[in-house]
T-cell receptor
């Protein structure tokens, strides 16, 4: 079956702009989580969605938001981009909840803010 | 802050040797998972071990969990060049979130 698909793979944005990243989970998976990976902070949890509801949110400013659609596809949005938002953004899908079961990760979206 | 911390940060071994890395965490967990990441790409799930399990095997991988010491280890036996990657432990004390350590970078020399 198809894996987790993240689009786009690469993005270059200017400070102050906003960006939307997309994640299509594995068919049948209802949980989608987002993580930010940077060399300095490592992998940081952003938020998790299940059946269109946000169940958990990490310690990120309100500029970071997300949503999940009825087909389980998810988007995350970052507004008023800052240089520090440059990172690899990873999406993971799980059948039920990411903690109790295996999470399948996409290849990530590499965001560069200039 | 990160829940798990891997040790060592980096490891360089010869092909055919074993590689061992450790993960320590701070609070009680439900499960602990190990993932591999190749050069800035997505993470690949390796093993999930539950808090009531002490050891688990998958091919050349062996994971142990000591909840009294809040630590886990990942052993890769008979390493290959393809094992060159970063390895992360991830803990969950809340079903909806994984907390990752900083990772161990493993280099397997031919």
């Amino acid at each position: 079956k198809a894996g987790v698909t993240q689009t786009p793979r690469y993005l270059i944005k200017t400070r102050g702009q906003q960006v939307t990243l997309s994640c299509s989970p594995i068919s049948g998976h209802r949980s989608v989580s987002w993580y930010q990976q940077t060399p300095g902070q490592g992998l940081q949890f952003l938020f998790e969605y299940f059946s269109e509801t946000q169940r958990n949110k990490g310690n990120f400013p309100g500029r970071f938001s997300g949503r999940q659609f009825s087909n389980s596809r998810s988007e995350m949005n970052v507004s008023t981009l800052e240089l520090g938002d440059s990172a690899l953004y990873l999406c993971a899908s799980s059948l039920l909840a990411s903690g109790g079961t295996e999470a399948f990760f996409g290849q990530g979206t590499r965001l560069t803010v200039v | 802050s990160q829940q798990g911390e891997e040790d060592p940060q980096a490891l360089s071994i010869q092909e055919g040797e074993n590689a061992t890395m450790n993960c320590s965490y701070k609070t009680s967990i439900n499960n602990l998972q190990w993932y591999r990441q190749n050069s800035g790409r997505g993470l690949v799930h390796l093993i999930l071990i539950r808090s009531n399990e002490r050891e688990k095997h998958s091919g050349r991988l062996r994971v142990t969990l000591d909840t009294s010491k809040k630590s886990s280890s990942l052993l890769i036996t008979a390493s290959r060049a393809a094992d060159t990657a970063s390895y992360f432990c991830a803990t969950d004390y809340n079903d909806y979130k994984l907390s990752f350590g900083a990772g161990t970078t493993v280099t397997v020399r031919a």
